[in-house]
């Protein structure tokens, strides 16, 4: 380490550069321009105290002012680097508890508290909607708030309508499994509702069902259900109303002076009071461009 030779920079120099970050960790507070190091003589040693930087001294010794020991003075920057730099003894650093770290990329993160709605996930709720006027003669899924699965039986139902079109193909298919009438049968039971399982069991069963049973789209929990067993049924009623609880969403009410911290798709993770210990993870899915103005808070599914 060059040794400081510039001993009349003086404090003013010293509270300019006082928060360049430079912690070098060795010798002590010493602001060393590298202009004034080149064309002095052999660098010689200075002697300094590390609670009074001002002090600098040809020989060691206590300093004048606080009667610690002087240490050496040091820290000089190397040639041709303008940055200036302060530098502190592991003694200094210690007693101003000063922390350094490396700079880095990292992950920021930080909680926020805000109240917030449960909700179920949009994208998958679903309506089982009757394609056609009916009677519900018996109910699989009776209750409100049971699972389904996907192709779960829900109703079995009686539709004179239903069994006039499951004929029309039976009809059709006597001319033929490749006429365009079988196609159009087809489409048309597709459309009343049937499944294409549905459809293939009575091609090759031949026989129209009197009873047809719906069955479920998709998995989920039964949220609502309007039908009762033995009522009838008029086309475009809603029958069931299947929410997938998997997922849900969270509406949060983000106020104006946290928003800074709210990006859209954002990885986030939940605690709630109602479970604590839990941690739940989500992103986020968008911000909501308007203000509540009553509030002061932005939605935040
Ligand atoms: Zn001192």
């Known amino acids: 380490m060059k040794r400081p030779v510039a001993v009349t920079a003086g404090l003013a120099i010293l509270l300019a550069v006082a928060f360049t970050g430079y912690f070098t960790g060795r010798s002590s507070r010493q602001p060393l321009p590298a202009t004034e190091s080149s064309g002095t003589a052999a660098p010689q040693r200075v002697y300094t105290c590390s609670m009074h930087p001002q002090v600098r001294l040809a020989q060691p010794g206590n300093c004048p002012i606080c009667e610690m020991p002087l240490i050496p003075a040091g820290g000089a920057p190397s040639a041709g680097d303008d940055v200036p730099a302060l530098t502190l003894s592991e003694q200094a650093l210690a007693m101003a508890s000063v922390e350094t770290t490396p700079v880095a990329y990292r992950e920021m993160s930080r909680a926020l508290r805000a109240v917030g709605k449960v909700a179920y996930h949009e ?179």
Not at 139 to 157: C, K, M, P, S, Y
Not at 190 to 206: D, K, P
Not at 273 to 293: I, M, S
Request: net charge negative; proline share 4%; aromatic share 8%.
């Open 123 to 301: 994208p998958s709720l679903a309506t089982i909607t009757a394609r056609v006027d009916g009677y519900a003669e018996r109910l699989f899924v009776n209750v409100t708030g049971v699972d389904v699965q996907a192709g779960d039986h829900l109703v079995e139902i009686y539709s004179p309508d239903l069994l006039v079109a499951q004929q029309e193909l039976l009809i059709a298919l006597r001319g033929g499994t490749n006429s365009p009438l079988v196609a159009s049968a087809r489409i048309k039971l597709r459309n009343l509702g049937l499944t294409t399982g549905q459809i293939e069991e009575l091609a090759t069963s031949q026989t129209p069902a009197e009873r047809v049973t719906l069955q479920t789209p998709s998995a989920g929990t039964v949220i609502e259900k309007t039908i009762v067993e033995n009522s009838a049924f008029k086309a475009g009623d809603v029958l069931y109303r299947i929410a997938n609880l998997e997922q849900v969403w969270v509406y949060l009410e983000i106020y104006e002076f946290d928003l800074a911290w709210v990006r859209d798709g954002q990885a986030v993770e939940i605690t709630t009071e109602a479970y604590p210990g839990r941690l739940f993870t989500g992103t986020v899915a968008f911000v909501e461009p308007v203000l509540n103005e009553r509030t002061r808070t932005v939605r935040v599914p």
